[in-house]
């Protein structure tokens, strides 16, 4: 694998945890709860963190791509779901906008651009070839990690203190 694929691989890792970070601000700060497509948008970006995680660990495969690609459409579905059921004029505005936009449309666009980013790779990667090899993570990546396994705690932990066991509260 090239230096530049793992590069971007861990900029994809760090580009999520700092969106899920961001998450944080709004229900800690904010105080605004969320909602359970919320979690799973959470959840769906953890996933294509995971995918490139995978493939700095344990070299890239095409199934940690199509990994993060499934979960990158999974999120992008339920962001869809979530602004459809709040496009009608009657609904009242759900959360605190960013830059206009609420929180659910950012996820979607920002599982859109995964995507498009998760085909780039693929396509670097086609010159490159596959690398099936682990290899050790340099310092960049073993930050990426860290990062991506606190923000992963802090959403497993809130979403343990808001649910506990079972379904959370619409």
Known sequence: M???VRTLNGLLMVALSLILG?????QFVELESPCPLCYLQRVAMIGVA????????HGTRPSHY???LIWALFGAGVALRQIALHACPAFERFGVPFWGLSLFTWSFITQC???????ILLFLQE???WDRRPRKLNGWEILAAILLILVTAG???AT???CFIGPCQD
């Open 22 to 26: 961001g998450a944080f601000y709004f």
């Open 113 to 119: 651009g995964v995507i498009l980013f998760i085909a």
């Open 2 to 4: 090239t230096t530049a």
């Open 127 to 129: 010159r490159a070839m």
């Open 155 to 157: 959403n497993i932990a």
């Open 160 to 162: 343990f203190a808001q």
């Open 66 to 68: 199509a990994l993060s």
């Open 50 to 57: 995971i995918g490139a995680l995978l493939n700095l660990t």
